[in-house]
């Protein structure tokens, strides 16, 4: 009897193990397993702002390439509000099983960190992510008005310091504010800032002449470049819009060392796993390497960069020191 007791117990016990290993192993699978079944349902894309931007077409076009090559809807999520950070953080604190990620940008995740530094609601724009790669780059033009004489950057530098003139932003501490008071910085010219509310009103007074001179996305100004209501200068980036061809970059022009230009990529929240961020940066590089979707993308004024995960994270981390130097330097943060 002791015995038949003995086992019976024994039995028991492993019984018992056994099923609590099972338990255990179920609800923690392995991240190859993970891997090699991901996508098996929708996966939420986030983006941080309205309906209808930049950063919402580029991440719906994205979007729609990722679903038909995964085999799974990839839904665009407008969490709008608060620079950005609304959606930011609604990424930064979600599960990290690759199902739901975040397209942000230079503005949600440069700019808006330092313009709200020191809040500890604000996600941590590097720390609390997983980079998986970067969707575009949005060269700026800096344009004039046509009653503006100059039609170089010398030329603009010269006539900034023999009159007043005034450059437009869509708002203090916006990219096209920072680009305005970097032209400043390096060149010595002697233009004064106006913010707008939006790109709308400040787009408005550039083409009445109440302003002088704005940097804006190339897309937005192009149809105004082609009636003549607007002088192009130069373009940022590295190298010259296949849109504004005989423009030349700042760098052509004479300008070293600038270098703000807009960008889009995709993130997930920190502690994806490794394997799920890779699969969706492969995805990512072959669109870069798909001619007709770039050339998609081009019509459009955008670039298609290729870049991998480490290569993201070292631009942000690269942006968030130099930034953060320029940011107080430039006074900005007023």
Same mark, same amino acid.
């Given at each position: 009897?002791?015995?038949?007791?003995?086992?019976?117990?024994?039995?028991?016990?492993?019984?018992?193990?056994?099923?609590?290993?099972?338990?255990?192993?179920?609800?923690?699978?392995? %991240?190859?397993?993970?891997?090699?079944?991901?996508?098996?349902?929708?996966?939420?894309?986030?983006?941080?702002?309205?309906?209808?931007?930049?950063?919402?077409?580029?991440?719906?076009?994205?979007?729609?390439?990722?679903?038909?090559?995964?085999?799974?809807?990839?839904?665009?999520? *407008?969490?709008?509000?608060?620079?950005?950070?609304?959606?930011? *953080?609604?990424?930064?604190?979600?599960?990290?099983?690759?199902?739901?990620?975040?397209?942000?940008?230079?503005?949600?995740?440069?700019?808006?960190?330092?313009?709200?530094?020191?809040?500890?609601?604000?996600?941590?724009?590097?720390?609390?992510?997983?980079?998986?790669?970067?969707?575009?780059?949005?060269?700026?033009?800096? $344009?004039?008005?046509?009653?503006?004489?100059?039609?170089?950057?010398?030329?603009?530098?010269?006539?900034?310091?023999?009159?007043?003139?005034?450059?437009?932003?869509?708002?203090?501490?916006?990219?096209?504010?920072?680009?305005?008071?970097?032209? $400043?910085?390096?060149?010595?010219?002697?233009?004064?800032?106006?913010?707008?509310?939006?790109?709308?009103?400040?787009?408005?007074?550039?083409?009445?002449?109440?302003?002088?001179?704005?940097?804006?996305?190339?897309?937005?100004?192009?149809?105004?470049?082609?009636?003549?209501?607007?002088?192009?200068?130069?373009?940022?980036?590295?190298?010259?819009?296949?849109?504004?061809?005989?423009?030349?970059?700042?760098?052509?022009?004479?300008?070293?060392?600038?270098?703000?230009?807009?960008?889009?990529?995709?993130?997930?929240?920190?502690?994806?796993?490794?394997?799920?961020?890779?699969?969706?940066?492969?995805?990512?590089?072959?669109?870069?390497?798909?001619?007709?979707?770039?050339?998609?993308?081009?019509?459009?004024?955008?670039?298609?960069?290729?870049?991998?995960?480490?290569?993201?994270?070292?631009?942000?981390?690269?942006?968030?020191?130099?930034?953060? %130097?320029?940011?107080?330097?430039? $006074?900005?943060?007023?």
């Amino acid at each position: 009897m002791k015995l038949f007791a003995f086992l019976s117990l024994s039995t028991a016990r492993w019984r018992y193990a056994t099923a609590c290993a099972v338990a255990v192993a179920a609800a923690l699978p392995s %991240a190859p397993a993970l891997a090699s079944d991901y996508p098996n349902k929708p996966v939420r894309i986030i983006v941080p702002f309205p309906p209808g931007g930049g950063t919402d077409a580029m991440a719906r076009m994205f979007a729609d390439k990722l679903g038909k090559a995964m085999g799974q809807p990839f839904v665009i999520d *407008n969490r709008a509000g608060a620079t950005g950070t609304i959606g930011t *953080n609604a990424v930064a604190a979600a599960v990290p099983d690759g199902y739901t990620l975040l397209v942000g940008s230079f503005s949600s995740h440069v700019l808006a960190p330092l313009t709200l530094e020191g809040d500890a609601k604000v996600a941590d724009p590097v720390k609390d992510f997983a980079p998986i790669g970067m969707l575009a780059y949005h060269p700026m033009v800096l $344009n004039v008005h046509p009653s503006v004489k100059a039609s170089t950057v010398s030329e603009l530098v010269a006539e900034t310091k023999a009159r007043p003139m005034f450059y437009a932003s869509i708002g203090n501490g916006s990219l096209f504010h920072f680009a305005g008071a970097e032209f $400043n910085q390096l060149t010595g010219a002697a233009a004064t800032h106006v913010p707008y509310r939006g790109a709308a009103p400040a787009l408005a007074d550039l083409l009445g002449g109440q302003v002088h001179m704005m940097f804006d996305t190339i897309q937005s100004s192009l149809p105004h470049i082609r009636k003549g209501s607007l002088k192009p200068i130069a373009v940022t980036g590295t190298s010259r819009s296949p849109l504004l061809p005989d423009v030349p970059t700042l760098a052509e022009a004479g300008l070293t060392g600038f270098d703000v230009t807009s960008w889009v990529g995709m993130l997930a929240p920190a502690g994806t796993p490794p394997e799920i961020v890779s699969k969706l940066a492969g995805q990512l590089d072959k669109l870069a390497q798909d001619r007709e979707f770039v050339a998609q993308a081009a019509k459009t004024g955008t670039d298609i960069p290729r870049t991998t995960p480490d290569e993201f994270r070292e631009i942000l981390i690269k942006d968030q020191r130099k930034y953060k %130097a320029q940011f107080h330097k430039i $006074n900005l943060a007023k």
